[in-house]
DNA sequence: ATACCTGCAAAAGCTTTGCACAAGG
DNA sequence: CCTTGTGCAAAGCTTTTGCAGGTAT
């Protein structure tokens, strides 16, 4: 199984019950089932392949519920959302990982992350620049893997 | 008439003219007409509000061929395609544009463009190391902008 | 008990596609 | 002429919404 990372599940789990707690939202086990999920995943998946996934494993959930979610632990940090270049949101868990961008293959989808510490400075510097408070970013470099790229797209 | 740019409409033409050419492609008049609707603005639009300022120009023209062309435009580098965010995609002109980046306020969708060569070091620098060509890149900051926003959106 | 949440299906919104007709080369 | 491009409408896909029933608190 693929939970091995920085953070084991149940912290994670302690963590959105505790955002739950303060929304005085409600602690429904499909919310918890997701979160799951999504942490035994190590990939950047859209909201689709979550729900096959999900129902797949004879768990019964909705898309609504799905989608509902997803936004849920975006809000609570929880869960990065991202626009590859098409019109198809992807998500990955965010927890315990290092502040990364993408690289993103336009032959094959292959996805690699990479960190810079110059977007941080670049961020600090136009925001004072432009007088703008800002709060998140997002930072993808297209191009292709030389050599290896097989078009598995 | 909003075409005071660096490069003029003829210019322009003369650019697409010549791709069309090379590609084998027809000099369609929506072909031309997009393009010339496109230089005469300066902001970021989408596919629909392009085809809506056509039609209130009584411009005949479908959208499958708004869609068309903005492709072609962006093959041929003369149209910008961006996402910021929303699944909804945005285009800009971009002949004689330095390249930039941008700043969008969460708050009133207020867009603002700058430049930093930082960019591109770290484009250079993480294709290298991690065996990429990189062709392109996107980068977005969000946030909001102190004071002066007017929640328009 | 009573909001809140879920499932389901329908609707919405952007984009693509199929087909018949038009027109560029 | 022949092939590419266009208009129109329908279909496709992802995401959102409405509503009735379920369930956490």
Redesign the pocket.
Known sequence: MATNTINNIEEVKEIFNRH?TEQK???????YAILEEIYSRNDHF???ALYIHMKTKNY??????V???L?LLVTCDLVKKHQFGD???KYEKSLGYRQHDHLICNDCGKIVEFCDPRVQQIKNMMGDLLNFKVTSHSLNLYGNCAGACEKTK
Do not use: H, I
Not at 25 to 31: A, G, I, L, S, W
Not at 60 to 65: K, L
């Open positions: 739950l939202m409600r602690k429904t086990p499909e919310r859209d909201a689709e019964r959930v909705s898309r609504a519920t989608y509902n979610t936004d019109n198809l949101a």
